[in-house]
């Protein structure tokens, strides 16, 4: 059974940093792609960086600069680090991971850890 923990999210001043952590559990295929979503209230479930197991690196425009998103294989852990956080990053923010066995991808979440920018 894979599970995924994220912890780092919390309180934070515009401006500031965090670092989120996800720590995945249990069997996950060396063909992976791990990835931050993350939910606003009212909002749909947004992609906010992924990257793959071979090390490819997505993110959306808006944090471009800001985030930075990386992964310990030895670990089985994804990092998003953030950095310049504005009011508008406040969401939820979840770990997911896209990961292919037996010929087809399966899809792991976290439970999501909050992330709150403001003065």
């Known amino acids: 059974q894979v599970q995924l923990v994220e912890s780092g999210g919390g309180l934070v001043q515009p401006g500031g940093s965090l670092r989120l952590s996800c720590a995945v559990s249990?069997?996950?295929?060396?063909?992976?792609?791990m990835g931050w979503y993350r939910q606003a209230p009212g909002k749909q479930r947004d992609v906010v960086a992924t990257?793959?197991?071979?090390?490819?690196?997505t993110s959306v425009d808006s944090v471009k600069g800001r985030f930075t998103i990386s992964r310990d294989n030895s670990k089985n852990t994804v990092y998003l680090q953030m950095n310049s956080l504005k009011p508008e990053d406040t969401a939820v923010y979840y770990c997911?991971?896209?990961?292919?066995?037996?010929?087809?991808?399966?899809?792991?979440w976290g439970q999501g850890t909050q992330v709150t920018v403001s003065s």
């Open positions: 249990g069997s996950i295929s060396t063909i992976n792609v």
């Open positions: 990257i793959d197991s071979g090390g490819t690196i």
């Open positions: 997911k991971v896209h990961n292919f066995r037996g010929g087809g991808w399966w899809d792991y």
